[in-house]
């Protein structure tokens, strides 16, 4: 073979080869990954534009976790976001944002938060998302409805009839910065707060009552550790929910008490406590744990799955 015709031909094999050995590095973790094909992609549908899911995850996950988390946080969210997608999705291939629930940081947000540590702020929470690809949380095979809260009272909440949401531990909970809130009213803007939560259309009549006689006169019904069934008031039963959105309280793990004259509200956590708290994963993180250790922790008897 000539010398010319044998560079001609090296040169053939560069030119037909290297894209394909590119791609193929750059798939397997050496670079950004390859989206699939769009048969084979999920996607959110924003207004008229249509998110490939992995692009729409990264924006959610710099939304729920901030920049000082650790790395293995960011993978926690990126996975559990994702199962919450396609759990909502369902047999389908896409769905409208709306229908989620879910925030997430646009890229534009982004530039402006982070400045000139946009690119490198960026990139961790892109790389979080793609080594975690693929990657859902499943109960005996299934997709699983991942709730999540910011804080917890000390310990989760439960959902009845979900195994894989019973409640856990979360001592690191204790020591956030809106684990505990207290407000303190009138014996009158109780009883008001309580005839709004229980809906009632008796005509309230408002009588010198003292915090002390109010007190007993409710009884409260525990769900979960500090989480609360519900209040009983005058025979009527009140869900703690209902109570919670009367008084504005961050959860339903308040307690009352006669102070001062006055009746106040204490209350312990964040959200509604079910599945994983955010907080928790996070100090988990830091501590050394990895995403699955921190997923499996928060939900019990579940797998992390790939594809």
């Not at 037909?16 to 397997?28: K, V």
């Amino acid at each position: 073979m000539s010398r010319r015709l044998y560079k001609s031909v090296i040169f053939f094999l560069v030119i037909i080869l290297l894209p394909a050995l590119i791609t193929l590095y750059m798939s397997e973790g050496g670079g950004v990954t390859e989206r699939k094909s769009a048969s084979e992609e999920y996607y959110i549908i924003s207004k008229q534009e249509r998110i490939p899911l992995e692009e729409y995850l990264t924006g959610a996950v710099a939304f729920y976790m901030p920049v000082s988390c650790d790395d293995e946080a960011f993978k926690a969210m990126a996975v559990l976001l994702r199962t919450f997608v396609l759990f909502q999705m369902g047999d389908l291939k896409e769905i409208e944002e709306e229908k989620l629930s879910l925030s997430r940081y646009q890229m534009e947000e982004m530039e402006v938060m982070f400045g000139d540590k946009f690119s490198y702020t960026y990139s961790r929470y892109q790389t979080a998302v793609q080594i975690t690809k693929g990657e859902t949380l499943k109960y005996e095979g299934e997709l699983i409805e991942p709730y999540f809260h910011q804080v917890s009272a000390g310990m989760t909440n439960s959902l009845a009839g979900i195994p894989y949401l019973s409640s856990v531990d979360s001592p690191y909970d204790i020591q956030a910065d809106r684990y505990l809130s207290l407000i303190t009213i009138s014996s009158s803007e109780f009883c008001t707060g309580l005839w709004k939560a229980a809906d009632s259309s008796e005509e309230l009549l408002m009588q010198e009552v003292s915090a002390e006689d109010i007190m007993a006169q409710i009884i409260v019904e525990v769900r979960e550790g500090e989480y609360k069934q519900s209040v009983v008031w005058k025979n009527i039963r009140i869900p703690a929910v209902s109570i919670q959105k009367a008084f504005g309280l961050p959860s339903t793990a308040f307690q009352f008490e006669a102070y001062e004259g006055n009746i106040r509200i204490i209350t312990k956590g964040l959200g509604h406590g079910i599945g994983l708290s955010l907080h928790g994963a996070m100090k988990m993180a830091e501590e050394g744990k990895s995403y699955r250790e921190i997923l499996t922790y928060y939900y019990s008897n579940i797998t992390v799955s790939g594809e």
